[in-house]
């Protein structure tokens, strides 16, 4: 599967079922505990692993200590977000 394709799954998820996509990426001890958790992208592969870890080492980067920062930037630049012009619309209806 391409890489963009996995990125739009997890932005998707955001949409979905943002409490539970942002408790898999901000918490450490997450496991997966239904079968669809890995094709909807929470669950990374060995690429992805290899990345996160160049990049963690290269920018001293470290996993946010709680879920409540997401809601905070959310709040903060929600707002500020635009959007492409094929996603107008949609969760409107």
């Known amino acids: 599967m391409p890489r963009d394709a996995s990125r739009v799954r997890r932005l998707e998820q955001l949409a979905y079922d943002s409490e539970l996509t942002v408790e898999a990426f901000t918490n450490p001890n997450w496991l997966p505990t239904k079968p669809w958790h890995d094709s909807a992208?929470?669950?990374?592969?060995?690429?992805?692993?290899?990345?996160?870890?160049?990049?963690?080492?290269?920018?001293?980067?470290?996993?946010?200590?709680?879920?409540?920062?997401?809601?905070?930037?959310?709040?903060?630049?929600?707002?500020?977000?635009?959007?492409?012009?094929e996603a107008k619309g949609l969760g409107n209806k």
Do not use: I, M, N
């Not at 980067?61 to 012009?85: H, I, V």
């Open 41 to 85: 992208g929470f669950v990374p592969d060995q690429e992805q692993r290899h990345l996160l870890a160049r990049l963690t080492a290269k920018f001293g980067l470290r996993p946010w200590p709680s879920s409540s920062r997401f809601t905070y930037l959310q709040e903060q630049f929600g707002g500020s977000l635009e959007l492409p012009d």
